[in-house]
């Protein structure tokens, strides 16, 4: 059973400063999804990483892939207030071709404040 | 407007209630989902339509009834909850199994 593990699941950042968010997952993927939550809405699709070493960028947010080391990255450079939302990476295992096999993370609660 | 739709957008329903979410889609997408969202929980996949089958996941309750007439519109019967079925209950659709989704804004479903 394919698990995902995001961490830290909280974050609080001062305004201006760099984190990054780390997303752990058990078996070979195909491709790897990065997702934002606003408060009492939907999810928005941010990145989909799809081979070793992809790198994906826009505005502040970096995301890159590892498949060797079944690792991603969510990085913020710089974060402001608008960045404060819930982060979800998700993983499609590989190998198969059925629906339903994307397999979400707990998600990190970013809160960016002054 | 992210292109799915569900109603509504919160419900209020007691234990012995029949109701039923809505979730539609004009984006000409090929699978739609439905999930569940409950606090400090990751995602949970509940059901899945598309061209080629329909997936369920076998820990969801019979209590939850999904139905799929057309590629268009996806529904959620509910029928005798519980209280810790409490939680947003989200929609999305995609092209294909490996395109990003698209979800709804949720419907947040509270049982008394």
């Known amino acids: 059973e394919l698990k995902v593990e995001q961490n830290p699941l909280f974050l609080s950042m001062q305004e201006g400063k760099n984190y990054t968010i780390y997303c752990n997952y058990s078996t070979t993927s195909d491709r790897l999804y990065w997702y934002r939550q606003d408060p009492g809405k939907s999810l928005e699709s941010l990145f989909v990483?799809?081979?070793?070493?992809a790198v994906k960028q826009e505005g502040r947010l970096m995301a890159s892939l590892d498949t060797k080391a079944r690792l991603s990255t969510l990085h913020i450079t710089a974060a402001v207030h608008d960045l404060s939302a819930t982060y979800f990476c998700a993983v499609d295992p590989a190998g198969g071709t059925s629906y339903g096999k994307l397999t979400f993370g707990q998600g990190t609660i970013l809160t960016v404040h002054p | 407007e992210t292109g799915v739709t569900q109603t509504p957008r919160h419900l209020v329903m007691g234990m012995t209630n029949k109701k039923s979410l809505k979730c539609e889609q004009h984006?000409?997408?090929?699978?739609m989902y439905w999930y569940k969202q409950s606090a400090k929980k990751p995602l949970e996949l509940m059901f899945v339509?598309?061209?080629?089958?329909?997936?369920e996941n076998n820990s969801v309750p019979s209590r939850f009834s999904p139905e799929c007439p057309n590629s268009s519109h996806l529904f959620l019967h509910l029928h005798t909850l519980q209280p810790e079925d409490s939680a947003l209950y989200l929609c999305a659709s995609s092209q294909d199994r490996f395109l990003p989704y698209t979800f709804g804004s949720g419907t947040r479903l509270t049982v008394v």
């Open positions: 990483l799809l081979s070793n070493g």
């Open positions: 984006l000409g997408h090929n699978a």
């Open positions: 339509y598309s061209l080629e089958e329909r997936v």
